[in-house]
């Protein structure tokens, strides 16, 4: 539990870096989706333009992108995509963190 608590720690501060969200002490999955529905609703706002390059800067699939977009709720759904791909990351970095302390872990080197 504590690694997951660790992961959504890591989470809100990528988002809060990369995409300016301010986040509230105490944070949650469903705080994290609320403030970053928000934001997409304003990067939508700005234009095609701008929302089209930070989702092929995040390496979100833009067919689904298409598939939600006509959605009454597309800035939620598109917050989802936009927190599991940061999720993703953040997993990846944790095990690559992991993996790299196991290698230089004295007790388990021949």
């Known amino acids: 539990m504590e690694q997951g ?4 720690q890591n989470t809100a ?3 809060h870096g990369e995409w ?3 986040m509230p002490d105490l944070i949650s999955e469903e705080t994290i989706l609320k403030l970053l529905t928000l934001r997409m609703a ?3 706002a700005q234009g095609p333009g701008t929302f ?3 989702m092929y800067r995040l390496d979100i699939s833009e067919k689904k ?3 939600i ?9 598109i917050a989802r995509l936009v927190y599991d791909r940061q999720l993703e990351k953040m997993r990846s970095r ?7 302390s196991d290698a230089t872990d004295p007790d388990l080197t021949w």
């Open 5 to 8: 608590i660790e992961l959504l």
């Open 13 to 15: 501060m990528a988002l």
């Open 20 to 22: 300016g969200i301010q």
């Open 42 to 44: 304003d990067i939508i």
């Open 52 to 54: 089209y390059q930070l």
């Open 65 to 67: 992108l298409r598939e």
């Open 69 to 77: 977009s006509a959605a009454d709720d597309a800035p939620a759904r």
């Open 94 to 100: 944790l095990q690559h963190r992991q993996s790299r």
